[in-house]
Nanobody, 127 residues
Framework: QVQLVESGGGLVQPGGSLRLSCTVS????????MGWFRQAPGMEREFVAA????????FYADSVKGRFTVSRDNAKNTVYLQMTSRHPEATAVFSC????????????????????WGHGTPVTVSS
């Protein structure tokens, strides 16, 4: 059974940084692309970032470019999201997702393309 568990969420001040982790069990992720999505209160889930199977290619939503960095450590079966949050409106639940395909493409920003999901970790941006 494939399980994804996110960690690292919490309270951060505007302009502060957090690093989220997503550890996968039940499957070796060295051939899988991975993605991060977020859902703010009352909003639709939206794409944040994706990384290909070995970390050589990344893809970001325009809204987070330059502030978020996605990376991975296949030896630990873990994907990371380093983020700097600008303002309280960035409060959201962040979820990681696993794509059984290794490469990124137009599908990588679409939640329906990911068959496996974690439950999410909340990030609250507040001063």
């Amino acid at each position: 059974q494939v399980q994804l568990v996110e960690s690292g969420g919490g309270l951060v001040q505007p302009g502060g940084s957090l690093r989220l982790s997503c550890t996968v069990s039940g499957r070796t992720v060295s051939t899988d692309a991975m993605g991060w999505f977020r859902q703010a209160p009352g909003m639709e889930r939206e794409f944040v970032a994706a990384i290909n199977y070995y970390g050589g290619t990344t893809f970001y939503a325009d809204s987070v470019k330059g502030r978020f960095t996605v990376s991975r450590d296949n030896a630990k079966n873990t994907v990371y999201l380093q983020m700097t949050s600008r303002h309280p409106e960035a409060t959201a639940v962040f979820s990681c997702a696993l794509d059984t395909r290794p490469l990124l493409g137009p599908h990588s920003s679409k939640a329906r393309e990911y068959p496996y999901w974690g439950h999410g970790t909340p990030v609250t941006v507040s001063s």
